[in-house]
């Protein structure tokens, strides 16, 4: 199972920027997909989460409001739309995918030991 993020790069405060995960299309009707980002020095912080029907998601109070995570059928692929973005923002982002959901429309606890497949990061950077 592979996960490919992109997207990464730098952006200024207030800015918006889309990372996108491109998975395979059994992937995406089969595994929840979440976005990760970790600080150096820092665990890595659980962000936004999809469902496999693409109808449920979840993001974490930290980013709520500000990032929007999508599934693009057309592309195989879930997108973390962020806006607003403020300089704590920069970190390596990650894509993540978790096997077995409960029904097309369970999420998962966002925690790093429940996602078992983890694509690269892509790093974004926030300039003032």
């Known amino acids: 199972l592979q996960l490919q993020a992109s997207g990464g790069g730098s952006v200024q405060t207030g800015g918006s920027l889309t990372l996108s995960c491109v998975v395979s299309?059994?992937?995406?009707?089969?595994?929840?997909i979440a976005w990760f980002r970790q600080i150096p020095g820092k665990e890595r912080e659980g962000l936004c989460e999809?469902?496999?029907?693409?109808?449920?998601?979840s993001c974490t109070d930290s980013v709520k409001g500000r990032f929007t995570i999508f599934r693009d059928s057309a592309n195989n692929a879930v997108t973390l739309q962020m806006a607003n973005v403020r300089p704590e923002d920069a970190a390596v982002y990650y894509c993540?995918?978790?096997?077995?959901?409960?029904?097309?429309?369970?999420?998962?606890?966002?925690?790093?030991?429940?996602?078992?497949?983890w694509g690269q990061g892509t790093q974004v950077t926030v300039s003032s």
């Open positions: 993540a995918a978790a096997a077995n959901p409960l029904s097309p429309n369970s999420l998962t606890v966002l925690r790093t030991r429940n996602f078992e497949y």
């Open positions: 999809i469902s496999t029907s693409g109808f449920a998601k």
């Open positions: 299309r059994s992937t995406l009707d089969s595994y929840v």
